[in-house]
């Protein structure tokens, strides 16, 4: 079955840096579109980032532009959150998602159009 695991969550300070990773098993098809979510107590999971299969596409909500970095490799199966310059309204559950059976080399923003959610890294930024 299709798993996604996501690392690299943890304890920053203002200003800092993390990077995530999310990596993808359990499946065969090619052309899925990858997304990361995030979720912050008492609020609704909203989009951060999403990329396409080619990785040509991207997208970013207002909030992080400029300052998170989304990329993927194929060949790994694993999509990338550079995230910088965090704050600490950045703190949240992050959450990546894998959306397949594409025809084309796009994304979605929308958080029901991913067909599997991994479990979740901790990003908490102390101020």
């Known amino acids: 079955q299709v798993q996604l695991v996501e690392s690299g969550g943890g304890l920053v300070q203002d200003g800092g840096s993390l990077r995530l990773s999310c990596a993808a098993s359990?499946?065969?098809?090619?052309?899925?579109?990858m997304g990361w979510f995030r979720q912050a107590p008492g609020k609704e999971r909203e989009v951060v980032a999403a990329i396409s299969w080619s990785g040509v596409n991207t997208g970013y909500a207002d909030s992080v532009k400029g300052r998170f970095t989304i990329s993927r490799d194929n060949a790994k199966n694993t999509v990338y959150l550079q995230m910088n310059n965090l704050k600490p309204d950045d703190t949240a559950v992050y959450y990546c998602a894998l959306k397949y059976g594409l025809l084309g080399d796009n994304y979605y923003y929308t958080a029901g159009r991913y067909d599997y959610w991994g479990q979740g890294t901790q990003v908490t930024v102390s101020s």
């Open positions: 359990g499946f065969t098809f090619r052309n899925y579109a």
